[in-house]
């Protein structure tokens, strides 16, 4: 009996040493749109991402929770998907990330291409839609005149990289030319491969400076998903996407085999930000801890 509670206890400390994870003072999450893992992974149209896929963290089993996009951005940001309405306009009082960023003292900014002024609340303006900025519904910013503020332009993205004024979590929104929901000017007129290399491009441009950043450099995790794969790719609800996590402190070419999903990526941000609590599905969701 002796040896068998000696083998339980260490059984129990091995898993909870597997669920930890390093300490970040940066977390960044990027969303893309609308493709399944199988049309991203191995692309030679997403050469950029795919470069990244290979020499950081790739999780191949990593699926959507829904169609269409709003309840994944939900899920992301609330660990629940409150609404499958993409037209919603309604504030949102669930429990969120917000609330448990604020709670905890740590900063957030929610970056995103083309929003019309910081702040903004309003409807679409293309390539603008709200529905991509899940952090705008929030009752907690929605309701208070200071965390308003932090809805702001990607633009500012670059500023507050050059001048070491980056918050504990940065939410990057590409618009819909750049994230390979549309075409790069138009809403349609090109092909899946021509949205794909586009928002790589993006990518490489705008990511690459805050990965040679030297305080990213420390210890920063940046996270770049999609949020739903094709319309005809309905697996655990959203289909097989790809998620990406890069850092100093994740495992060089690893590829993880565990089953997760925007739950996952939820409590993996605020976990390695050190929050202690976590909204909706996150509570109960374990952390992608394998891949550091």
């Known amino acids: 009996m002796k040896r068998f509670a000696i083998s339980l206890t260490l059984l129990i400390v091995s898993g909870a040493a597997r669920a930890q994870l390093p ?19 191995g692309s ?3 050469p950029y991402l ?16 829904t169609h269409p996009s709003i309840g994944n951005y939900f899920m992301l940001s609330a660990g629940s998907l409150i609404t499958n309405n993409d037209s919603s306009t309604a504030t949102v009082t669930h429990d969120n990330i917000v609330r448990h960023l604020l709670t905890a003292g740590k900063t957030w900014k929610s970056y995103a291409e ?3 002024a910081r702040g903004y609340l309003g409807p679409d303006v293309y390539p603008y839609v709200r529905r991509h900025n899940p952090l705008s519904f929030f009752s907690d910013v929605v309701n208070s ?8 332009p990607f633009s500012q993205f670059s500023a507050d990289l050059t001048n070491h004024t980056l918050p504990n979590f940065s939410f990057i929104v590409p618009n819909l030319n750049h994230d390979a929901h549309d075409c790069p000017v138009a809403p349609t007129g090109c ?25 990213f450099q420390t210890n920063g995790v940046l996270i770049i998903v999609f949020d739903e794969g094709f319309n005809t790719d309905t697996a655990h609800g959203g289909g097989h996407v790809a998620a990406v996590v890069i850092g100093p402190k994740v495992k060089r070419g690893f590829k993880s085999a565990t ?3 925007h ?19 996150a509570a109960t969701a374990k952390p992608m801890s394998d891949l550091f």
Do not use: C
């Not at 300490?23 to 992974?41: C, D, F, G, Q, R």
């Not at 005149?145 to 702001?152: A, P």
């Not at 491969?193 to 305080?215: G, M, R």
């Open 263 to 281: 739950q996952n990526l939820l409590r993996t941000t605020l976990q390695l930000l050190g929050v202690k609590t976590f909204p909706g599905a």
């Open 23 to 41: 300490a970040a003072s940066h977390v960044v999450v990027v969303l893309e749109e609308n493709n399944s893992y199988s049309a991203v992974i």
């Open 259 to 261: 089953f997760y999903q």
């Open 191 to 215: 092909t899946n491969a021509q949205k794909l290399q586009t928002a790589d491009a993006w990518l490489k441009s705008h990511i690459a400076p805050l990965l040679a950043n030297l305080s």
């Open 114 to 116: 083309s929003l019309p």
């Open 145 to 152: 005149s200071v965390q308003r503020l932090n809805l702001v």
């Open 50 to 65: 795919n470069g990244l896929a290979a020499k950081y963290g790739l999780a191949t089993q990593y699926y959507a929770n």
């Open 44 to 46: 030679a149209n997403m």
